[in-house]
């Protein structure tokens, strides 16, 4: 019969299992993104899928046709042996081919498929610094960062303030406003959309950045509002009622006392609502037509547009802009556990 250290052993050991296998599910699209940032129009595509780019290898033919011109390699068979030939030129329905090591060497033979070309490994690394060029993405950024710092902010002030007076303040009609409020969870995005859109295309707001940061003022998000609320309950009545002795009142509470204890909570809801408003795209979309305006989302989009046959710039792209919240994720992360987390001070 097992012992308890043997089933213990064995879970752990299953649950490790698992987690490794979810853990290389997540990854693998980011690693193969990655890969194929690294890749160009040339890329040679397999099956099963490569992850590290593989391309038709070129060369440099010293003292033969146009200097620094590249030409691709090709396995071509002459008389029954196998040689790595540059194709340079057509004659009638034959290929010409040249030895790279030895260009007096020249060949006519049957034209190459695509499968005979000599693979090598190259990451071009170019893809980077050329994306930069080819779309202004530094305004982007700034543009994304202008509308997530106020929203952020107004997303994080406007779920405290009413979460603090649904946790701290007994009212009649309390839970029931809570109710109400929570419902509006369950409402899909697209029913508001266009009353929204109507009330501030008639305010002028239309092609303006006030309707993705006004509306982050009124404690939009139900479910800010319900983590925040959820966490004060758990601290004790103690707390406020020291502060009231010490001549606190309900604000200087909240910002003296309750906050601080709340830490936890607030920076997840900050790194939530920061990671949300930098890949946000569905608003922006409806709202921001002129191309000067444009966030991240939108123009990674537009760039997808232009480049669609790009894979290489494409991926480049992209990588660029998932660094900043994957750092972000990488610094905090422990807030995003320990704000997830509803518990109160002992003692």
């Known amino acids: 019969m097992r012992t308890k250290q043997e089933l213990e052993r064995r879970r752990k050991t299953i649950a490790t299992i698992i987690l490794a296998i979810c853990g290389v599910a997540v990854i693998y699209p980011v690693i193969s993104m990655a890969c194929s940032s690294l890749s160009s129009k040339t890329v040679i595509k397999t099956q099963p899928a490569s992850l590290v780019p593989i391309e038709g290898k070129q060369v440099t033919i010293d003292g033969y046709g146009v200097k620094g011109k590249k030409y691709f390699l090709y396995n071509v068979e002459i008389d029954g042996e196998v040689k790595q030939l540059a194709y340079v030129d057509k004659e009638d329905k034959l290929w010409k081919y040249v030895n790279p090591d030895n260009p007096s060497e020249e060949y006519l033979a049957a034209p190459a498929t695509p499968d005979d070309r000599v ?70 995005e697209q029913v508001s959309l266009i009353p929204s859109f109507l009330i501030y295309k008639w305010l002028g707001w239309y092609n303006t950045y006030l309707p993705l940061t006004v509306a982050s003022f009124f404690a939009s ?12 309950m758990g601290l004790p009545v103690e707390l406020d009622e020291a502060a009231k002795m010490d001549g606190c009142g309900p604000f200087r509470n909240l910002f003296y006392v309750i906050i ?88």
Not at 140 to 159: D, E, H, P, Q, R
Not at 173 to 188: D, E, H, K, S
Not at 221 to 232: E, G, K, T
């Open 119 to 188: 693979r090598t490994i190259r990451f071009n690394w170019a893809n980077y610094p050329e994306a930069l060029k080819k779309a202004d993405f530094l305004k982007y950024i700034k543009n994304t960062l202008f509308i997530l710092v106020i929203s952020t902010f107004g997303a994080v002030l406007s779920s405290t303030l009413v979460a603090y007076g649904f946790a701290r303040f007994p009212f009649k009609g309390r839970n029931t406003l809570f109710i109400i409020l929570l419902a509006t969870m369950m409402l899909p």
């Open 260 to 347: 601080p204890q709340s830490s936890a909570v607030l920076i997840t809801i900050t790194l939530n609502t920061a990671i949300y408003w930098w890949n946000e795209y569905f608003y922006s979309l409806v709202y921001i037509q002129d191309r000067e305006l444009y966030t991240v989302s939108l123009g990674l989009q537009s760039f997808d547009a232009l480049y669609f046959n790009n894979s290489g710039i494409k991926g480049a792209a992209t990588m660029m802009m998932l660094v900043p919240p994957v750092i972000l994720f990488f610094f905090f992360q422990r807030y995003f556990i320990q704000g997830t987390v509803v518990s109160g001070v002992k003692g």
């Open 221 to 232: 998000s139900a479910w800010n509002v319900f983590l925040i609320r959820q966490f004060m």
